[in-house]
């Protein structure tokens, strides 16, 4: 079962536009989300993440929008460029708590996120 | 500072044989995943460490995946004999702790012929 959702698959946006990627999820134990960005060839980085007691967060032109009642959370990428033509993957865990399952992130399947010029 | 570091970076095998895959993390991070990650997915958790301890090894297919972190710093996972289906890239990341942000590796590419 996947326990992270996340849409669209696939998005193209044009350059100088607002990209937004959501992820919905089940579990309410989850209190750690990040986003992560992947290039062709490389490892996921992590682009920013966030905690369930704040409902935004922002770094530069990236921002995570959270919705704990919803059980929702998106990446809103503001004056796309395309440098920022990669692989986003949402991913939750839970970290406040000590135990052999915590600490795991549990992913969404990925969007795929092409800037034209 | 360097960062989570794997080798080699592409593997082809023929079905039935062994394969290994090393890893080693950001220095001082006690934490050490490994990651898999099929074509147009998400990565999925495999096996975490906190130094050489396996924590969380409930998704490792045990039959035929190993793996071990002597001394709790670098990692090697090995799959025996190797099928088909096991081609996809394998990730190792590495944090602090399990409640701190983690670093992934550009990864192994494993292709299984």
């Known amino acids: 079962q ?8 696939s998005l193209i946006v044009q350059k100088g536009g607002i990209s937004i990627i959501n992820c919905a999820y089940e579990n309410t134990a989850f209190d750690y989300f990040p986003w992560y960005q992947q290039f062709p060839g490389k490892g996921p980085a992590l682009l920013i993440a966030i905690r ?3 409902s935004e967060k922002k770094e530069g032109r990236f921002t995570i929008s959270f919705n704990k009642s919803a059980k929702q ?7 796309s460029q395309p440098g920022d033509s990669a692989t986003y993957f949402c991913a939750a865990s839970r ?9 795991r992130l549990y992913f969404g399947r990925g969007t795929q996120l092409t800037v034209w010029p | 500072e360097a960062g989570v570091v794997q080798s080699p970076r592409y ?21 050490l995943y490994w990651y898999l990650q099929n074509l147009g997915q998400g990565p999925e958790l495999l096996i975490r460490y906190e130094n050489e301890e396996a924590v969380d090894d409930s998704q490792l297919p045990k039959d035929r995946f190993s793996a071990e972190r002597l001394k709790g710093v670098d990692s090697t996972l090995k799959i025996q004999p190797a ?3 096991d081609s996809a890239v ?3 990341a590495s ?14 590419r494993l292709t299984v012929v």
């Open chain 2, 90 to 92: 394998y990730l190792c």
């Open chain 2, 95 to 108: 944090s602090l702790t399990q409640n701190t942000e983690a670093f992934f590796g550009q990864g192994t």
């Open chain 1, 52 to 54: 369930p007691d704040v």
């Open chain 2, 83 to 85: 099928e088909l289906g």
């Open chain 2, 11 to 31: 593997k082809i095998i023929e079905k039935k044989q062994p394969v290994a895959f090393w890893c080693n993390p950001i220095s001082g991070h006690n934490t």
């Open chain 1, 2 to 9: 996947q326990q992270v959702k996340q849409s669209p698959q």
């Open chain 1, 95 to 103: 970290v406040r708590v000590r135990g052999s399952t915590l600490g």
């Open chain 1, 73 to 79: 959370f998106s990446l809103h990428i503001m004056d």
